[in-house]
């Protein structure tokens, strides 16, 4: 997204439609003004593509730190698209430069002229799409996002949660309880996560969280359409940590700090299922987890929570970190703590300490 307004998308499909009008006008039929201004109009629209390739294959490399097969093979065939229209503009112009040479020492020169003034006009053309692609970078990356993704209001009443029964950020007496709707597998959840503590701090214990898993996949969650690689163990994952809290419920903050928590790199990974295992049963022991984790009450506390994410989705807006407070309900992208509570109380409703 560009200032978290306009899709980057919507501008790729402008440029990709556009050079597809324009590679209509640039045959031998064509009138030769009319020829050269669609050279002209398609080599700053490949240079608005080989920038924007070369941008967001940086985005993947250094800001998001892995690579997506999709968007990679999208941005190569960028690249490879760039190089085609150039090399085939420059045939175009030798082309053009062979017909109209003249034997005469004069004409020579004056066709050697014209030839270098053409291909500076050409480069020229190239650095202004490579202008475009870089106004176009530096926004996305200068300004931020807005701090709330969408907003809505449930329609019906949600389903009851007894919150003294139910794993809980802060006391489950505090007046103004939120829900918080999340999957292990998410990094915008991780991110969140942290900033729960400070935001109970700062309401010195008017303001809890009741942690309520959703995982986005088929095999708990109706309400999602189709499985997404990145989710594949959330359901899994989900029983475990229910699991833990149902065991010990001394040892599931610890146990959820780990999960968000990561060891080395600059970036977060969600946790591999093997290795979550292997840390439930270290944090209560195998027996207790053995006992727990079949347990009805998780399955049940599961569904109760999927049944939450159902009501608060609307216009296929059903993605997660998700708040819910009373019917209204946020899916905020905070950058800091101040952010963040700056949403419980304007977009949610939550008053202030």
Known sequence: MIGGILPVSSLAMGVYLAMLVTSFFIGPSTDVQVRRLAWKVLLILVGCVGGSALWFIIVQKWFIGEFCLYCMTLHITGLLLTVLVIMQSIKNLHNNSNHHLSTTSKNVQHNSHSSRLSMIRLMGMILIGLTMS???????????????FYTGKAQNNLPFIDYKNAPIIGSPDAPYVIKLLF?????????????LNEAVRRYAGKLSFVLCPAPLNTECNPYISKNVGAF??????????LAVWAASREAFPAFENWMFSFESGDRWHARNIEDVRTKAVEFIGK??????????WIERYMQTCIRVYGQTSENGKGGIPKLVFGSRWVIPEPNNEEEFISILQKSLGVPKP
């Open 287 to 296: 027996k207790k987890f053995d006992d727990t984790v079949g347990e009805e």
């Open 134 to 148: 870089g106004i176009m970078a530096y926004s996305q990356a200068a300004f931020v996002s807005k701090d709330v």
């Open 232 to 241: 594949k163990n959330s359901c899994e994952l989900a029983r475990i940590g």
């Open 183 to 195: 999957d292990y597998q998410c990094p915008h959840c991780q991110k969140i996560h942290f900033m």
